[in-house]
């Protein structure tokens, strides 16, 4: 019987094989190879799909604080998803952030070679920071890595419009904010 070596690219790759019975190995960077599940194919005489799963093993401890560096005073709550890099597909479930300011994401690939792009969005901070506007990218290129997002500090201002020529409080009204 022969012995195949399957490319797969993006999470999916396709080999003509003879009918029978095949052991199933993975080497995939940044992902355990024990991890695979399952570990056998059985190829029948049509054309046949496999699903395949690997666990990976890198840690990314994403810090949320004042700064966006080490140091910076640390937001308190909150939460973090791993999205496309669109932010509209969410991968997982929301990772809380602690009241040190990180968020710790378990089992991410990684390569040291050419690191794994992963996307996070920010969907909740602490009452006194503003979440991250948008989504961001994350070069995991190390088995264990720490990245810092910038939470800058809010609170909250209180406006009034009076009528300037007879000084009542203007109905209704709009004012618009423009950051320089």
């Known amino acids: 019987m022969a012995n195949y070596n399957?490319?797969?690219?993006?999470?999916?790759?396709?080999?003509?094989?003879?009918?029978?019975?095949?052991?199933?190995?993975?080497?995939?960077?940044?992902?355990?190879?024990?991890?695979?599940?399952?570990t056998s194919y059985t190829v029948t005489g049509s054309a046949g799909t496999g699903n395949f799963t690997v666990s990976a093993c890198g840690v990314l401890t994403i810090v949320f604080n004042e700064t966006g560096a080490a140091g910076g005073a640390p937001i308190t709550s909150g939460s973090v998803v791993m999205t496309d890099s669109t932010g509209q597909i969410e991968y997982g479930s929301p990772v809380s952030i602690n009241a040190n300011g990180e968020a710790v994401f378990d089992k991410v690939p990684f390569d040291m070679e050419n690191p794994y792009h992963?996307?996070?969005?920010?969907?909740?901070?602490?009452?006194n920071h503003a979440p991250y506007p948008e989504v961001f990218d994350v070069g995991m290129g190390l088995e264990n890595q720490t990245e810092y997002v910038l939470n800058a500090p809010i609170c909250e201002q209180n406006f009034t419009l009076i009528d300037e020529n007879y000084g009542f409080?203007?109905?209704?009204?709009?004012?618009?904010?423009?950051?320089e």
């Open 6 to 38: 399957v490319q797969i690219t993006n999470g999916s790759g396709s080999q003509i094989m003879q009918s029978g019975n095949y052991s199933v190995g993975v080497v995939a960077s940044g992902y355990e190879a024990n991890t695979l599940s399952p």
């Open 169 to 179: 409080p203007v109905a209704d009204a709009i004012l618009s904010f423009v950051g």
């Open 118 to 127: 992963l996307y996070f969005k920010q969907l909740a901070s602490d009452g």
